[in-house]
């Protein structure tokens, strides 16, 4: 059985184009690099460059499997064909646990950003309202969703140009704000480059990855795209240009705008900017854009693992439950598995709402660095297959593969061995991958011989 048998193909150019940009920028931009910048000073700015280059190949690895096989199963499926299904199942479970984190991390940041209007109001409600709204969305229709994100994604692309308009020239024009003047000399004058040392930058780069998850979402959409062999090569290159001038550009603007001390974990770093402009309104609006960015990442988290566990389902690799296709066209079955998981991160944010964020952007991180390993084994494999005369490798190809694959695997790879150095939140992470480990291969002593006992025309 095809996994996008059921779906309705009913995303168009202007929706997926706008899904890639709505998965490249997400809250950890909005909200993490305010943190990360108090921690590792101007010189963070490198770590999204390194992780810039490595979601580069990563996106052009997908390209590649996606002009190969559009389907909505993405990677799961690529993982079956190029690895094997133990593959499939468990890159598909992390990839489970990628966006079940993130929904939590989302959800916590839209409480932290209602708390500067409403700081009395109790911030695990807020993200309660939160989930009922994108949860709802969802369930309506694959439309409503296409179209709720195309105006999210609008409001954050508006919101990224008008900091890089205005920060551009408050750098020009030497402006001073917040008791201090902007300019280049902020990226060294308030103790270096790096203030705090180099192997805080390194350090950095597990949020860094976290931050550039999602990009991979327009890869989800491609089962129900019309035309995808001419919508995605455009949509996957457009993400690629956007990562260098939305995250780079803009955290290299925010640390010459403001000494990188101005900056914390409490608020987002672009309202912080606005706010120390001094104009009333500008805060406020750049907050309520925040806000939206977050509603977007969470509602396209439970749009992907919907579609993702509906896939596995479909094999006998996720509760039958998860399979299940409502009158609309919608999985809501693996839906509601995730929302309950967001459900359970709220009430993390009830107990520990200091660190809840934290946790759960490092636990996401692991399901970006699998599913990103996934994507560039496969292209790795693929391109071996074609070699030998399997398959047919198609035009839009990874540059520089397989050399660049196995040299952005080494840098996920580092990036996984540098959490335990890191903060407790993140040590915290990495102790939960040998549960992890067991719990999928727990999961699949289970799974496979179910498998192996369905009949091939069931499979």
Request: with cysteine; charged share 10%; proline share 5%.
């Given at each position: 059985?095809?996994?996008?048998?059921?779906?309705?193909?009913?995303?168009?150019?202007?929706?997926?184009?706008?899904?890639?940009?709505?998965?490249?920028?997400?809250?950890?931009?909005?909200?993490?690099s305010g943190g990360r910048l108090q921690a590792a000073?101007?010189?963070?700015?490198?770590?999204?460059?390194?992780?810039?280059?490595?979601?580069?190949?990563?996106?052009?690895?997908?390209?590649?499997?996606?002009?190969?096989?559009?389907?909505?199963?993405?990677?799961?499926?690529?993982?079956?064909?190029?690895?094997?299904?133990?593959?499939?199942?468990?890159?598909?479970?992390?990839?489970?646990?990628?966006?079940?984190?993130?929904?939590?991390?989302?959800?916590?940041?839209?409480?932290?950003?209602?708390?500067?209007?409403?700081?009395?109001?109790?911030?695990?409600?807020?993200?309660?309202?939160?989930?009922?709204?994108?949860?709802?969305?969802?369930?309506?229709?694959?439309?409503?969703?296409?179209?709720?994100?195309?105006?999210?994604?609008?409001?954050?692309?508006?919101?990224?140009?008008?900091?890089?308009?205005?920060?551009?020239?408050?750098?020009?024009?030497?402006?001073?704000?917040?008791?201090?003047?902007?300019?280049?000399?902020?990226?060294?004058?308030?103790?270096?480059?790096?203030?705090?040392?180099?192997?805080?930058?390194?350090?950095?780069?597990?949020?860094?990855?976290?931050?550039?998850?999602?990009?991979?979402?327009?890869?989800?959409?491609?089962?129900?795209?019309?035309?995808?062999?001419?919508?995605?090569?455009?949509?996957?290159?457009?993400?690629?240009?956007?990562?260098?001038?939305?995250?780079?550009?803009?955290?290299?603007?925010?640390?010459?705008?403001?000494?990188?001390?101005?900056?914390?974990?409490?608020?987002?770093?672009?309202?912080?900017?606005?706010?120390?402009?001094?104009?009333?309104?500008?805060?406020?609006?750049?907050?309520?854009?925040?806000?939206?960015?977050?509603?977007?990442?969470?509602?396209?988290?439970?749009?992907?693992?919907?579609?993702?566990?509906?896939?596995?389902?479909?094999?006998?690799?996720?509760?039958?439950?998860?399979?299940?296709?409502?009158?609309?066209?919608?999985?809501?079955?693996?839906?509601?598995?995730?929302?309950?998981?967001?459900?359970?991160?709220?009430?993390?944010?009830?107990?520990?709402?200091?660190?809840?964020?934290?946790?759960?952007?490092?636990?996401?991180?692991?399901?970006?660095?699998?599913?990103?390993?996934?994507?560039?084994?496969?292209?790795?494999?693929?391109?071996?297959?074609?070699?030998?005369?399997?398959?047919?490798?198609?035009?839009?190809?990874?540059?520089?593969?397989?050399?660049?694959?196995?040299?952005?695997l080494g840098f996920l790879a580092l990036v996984v061995?540098?959490?335990?150095?890191?903060?407790?939140?993140?040590?915290?992470?990495?102790?939960?991958?040998?549960?992890?480990?067991?719990?999928?291969?727990?999961?699949?002593?289970?799974?496979?011989?179910?498998?192996?006992?369905?009949?091939?025309?069931?499979?």
């Amino acid at each position: 059985m095809k996994t996008d048998e059921g779906y309705s193909h009913a995303l168009g150019n202007r929706q997926v184009q706008m899904i890639a940009i709505g998965g490249a920028i997400g809250v950890g931009l909005f909200l993490g690099s305010g943190g990360r910048l108090q921690a590792a000073g101007p010189a963070l700015v490198l770590s999204y460059a390194a992780a810039g280059l490595a979601a580069f190949f990563v996106m052009r690895a997908l390209g590649e499997l996606v002009l190969y096989k559009p389907t909505s199963g993405s990677f799961v499926e690529y993982a079956a064909d190029f690895v094997g299904p133990w593959a499939a199942f468990a890159s598909g479970w992390m990839y489970w646990v990628n966006w079940a984190f993130t929904g939590i991390a989302e959800l916590t940041a839209i409480s932290t950003y209602v708390g500067l209007w409403a700081p009395q109001f109790p911030r695990w409600v807020t993200a309660l309202v939160a989930l009922a709204f994108v949860l709802t969305v969802n369930l309506l229709s694959v439309r409503l969703f296409g179209e709720l994100e195309f105006w999210f994604a609008m409001l954050k692309v508006l919101a990224i140009c008008a900091f890089l308009v205005v920060g551009l020239a408050l750098v020009i024009f030497g402006t001073s704000l917040g008791g201090s003047t902007a300019g280049v000399g902020n990226l060294v004058d308030h103790g270096g480059f790096t203030p705090n040392g180099f192997p805080v930058v390194l350090m950095s780069l597990q949020s860094v990855i976290f931050a550039y998850s999602s990009i991979e979402l327009v890869g989800i959409a491609a089962g129900e795209t019309r035309n995808p062999r001419e919508i995605m090569p455009r949509a996957v290159n457009g993400v690629i240009w956007r990562i260098a001038v939305f995250y780079v550009g803009s955290v290299l603007l925010l640390a010459m705008v403001l000494p990188w001390t101005a900056y914390g974990p409490g608020q987002s770093p672009f309202v912080t900017v606005f706010a120390a402009l001094g104009v009333p309104w500008a805060a406020d609006a750049m907050n309520l854009i925040v806000i939206t960015a977050a509603m977007s990442s969470c509602n396209s988290g439970l749009y992907s693992t919907g579609r993702i566990l509906r896939a596995m389902a479909i094999k006998g690799e996720a509760p039958a439950f998860a399979g299940r296709l409502g009158s609309r066209h919608v999985p809501y079955g693996g839906i509601l598995i995730t929302a309950a998981v967001f459900l359970a991160g709220v009430a993390l944010y009830y107990f520990v709402p200091e660190r809840a964020f934290n946790i759960a952007t490092a636990v996401a991180s692991l399901g970006v660095v699998t599913t990103w390993g996934a994507l560039l084994f496969c292209q790795i494999r693929l391109r071996e297959a074609a070699e030998r005369g399997l398959l047919e490798r198609p035009s839009f190809r990874m540059p520089g593969s397989p050399y660049t694959g196995w040299a952005t695997l080494g840098f996920l790879a580092l990036v996984v061995l540098l959490m335990p150095f890191a903060d407790a939140d993140q040590r915290v992470a990495f102790f939960c991958i040998p549960l992890l480990v067991a719990a999928i291969a727990a999961g699949w002593r289970i799974v496979d011989p179910r498998r192996r006992a369905r009949s091939p025309l069931d499979r």
